[in-house]
C-alpha cells in the first residue's frame, strides 16, 4: 500500500522555466511533508517543508503548496536551473517516521 | 547546518561475510537515527529505528538477526549486515534528527549512503 505516490518518474523542463513536482497521499493522519532532493549515489538533502496547518509555504526559488482536501502536494521551483536536476522525494510523516514516494527525476536543460 | 557522516560509502563484500557501516551526527547528538534502504528506481524503506540504549524497532519484513543496529553512543549507529547475499545489495542511508522543541518540526538529515554490492 503505497501511502506516497508519485506518480510522474521523470520531469524535463527548460532552464529559466517553471519546475512542478507533485505528490499524493492517502492518509489523513499525516501532518508534516517535505522535500528532498537527491543526486546519485549521496543520500537526500532536505529542500523545503510543511506543515498541515498551512497551505504554503516559501523559501527562494522553492514553493511547497499543500491541499489537503485533495490530499496533495507540490513542488514548484522558479526560475529552473541545470543544477536542479536531481531525483526529489516527498516523504510524509504523522509519526515522526517519514513515508517516501518513489522519486520523480527532474531535468533542467540548458 | 546538522551533519550526518555515513562509512562507507561504498564497501563489495563476497557473498556470506558480514558488512558494517557506521552512521555519526557529527555535530549534534542524536538519540534515535534511522535505517533506510533504496532499491534502483524505487524509494527509500524505512528498515528500523535505532535508539540509543535500547534495542532498535524493526520495521515489518525486514529481518532483525540479519540487519543488526547498535546505536551505542548519542552519535554513533552501526547496520551490520550478516551473512550477506547477492540480494542484499543495495543503498543504505541512514538519517538523524536535530530535536528543535517538539519533535517533528526537524526535517531529518541524511548520511550519504553506502553502495553495498555483494558478489
Known amino acids: 500500500d503505497q501511502q506516497v505516490k508519485q506518480n510522474s518518474p521523470s520531469l524535463s523542463v527548460q532552464e529559466g522555466r517553471i519546475s512542478i513536482l507533485n505528490c499524493d497521499y492517502t492518509?489523513?493522519?499525516?501532518?508534516?511533508f517535505l522535500w528532498y532532493k537527491k543526486y546519485p549515489a549521496e543520500g537526500p538533502t532536505f529542500l523545503i517543508s510543511?506543515?498541515?496547518?498551512?497551505d504554503k509555504n516559501e523559501d527562494g526559488r522553492f514553493t511547497v503548496f499543500l491541499n489537503k482536501s485533495a490530499k496533495h502536494l507540490s513542488l514548484h521551483i522558479v526560475p529552473s536551473q541545470p543544477g536542479d536536476s536531481a531525483v526529489y522525494f516527498c516523504?510524509?510523516?504523522?509519526?515522526?517516521?517519514?513515508?517516501f514516494g518513489q522519486g520523480t527525476t527532474l531535468q533542467v536543460k540548458p | 547546518g546538522a551533519v550526518v557522516s555515513q562509512h562507507p560509502s561504498w564497501v563489495i563484500c563476497k557473498s556470506g561475510t558480514s558488512v558494517k557501516i557506521e552512521c555519526r551526527s557529527l555535530?549534534?547528538?542524536?538519540?534515535?537515527m534511522f535505517w533506510y534502504r533504496q532499491f534502483p528506481k524505487q524509494s527509500l524503506m524505512l528498515m528500523a529505528t535505532?535508539?540509543?540504549?535500547?534495542?532498535?524497532t524493526y520495521e515489518q519484513g525486514v529481518e532483525k538477526d540479519k540487519f543488526l543496529i547498535n546505536h551505542a553512543s548519542l552519535t554513533l549507529s552501526t547496520l551490520t549486515v550478516t551473512s550477506a547475499h547477492p540480494e542484499d545489495s543495495s543503498f543504505y542511508i541512514c538519517?538523524?534528527?536535530?530535536?528543535w522543541g517538539t519533535g517533528v518540526d526537524s526535517p531529518l538529515h541524511f548520511g550519504n549512503g553506502t553502495r553495498l554490492t555483494v558478489t
Open positions: 538519517s538523524a534528527r536535530v530535536l
Open positions: 492518509n489523513s493522519m499525516f501532518d508534516y
Open positions: 510543511i506543515s498541515s496547518i498551512k
Open positions: 516523504a510524509a510523516t504523522d509519526t515522526g517516521k517519514l513515508i
Open positions: 555535530d549534534f547528538q542524536a538519540t534515535t
Open positions: 535505532s535508539n540509543e540504549g535500547s534495542k532498535a
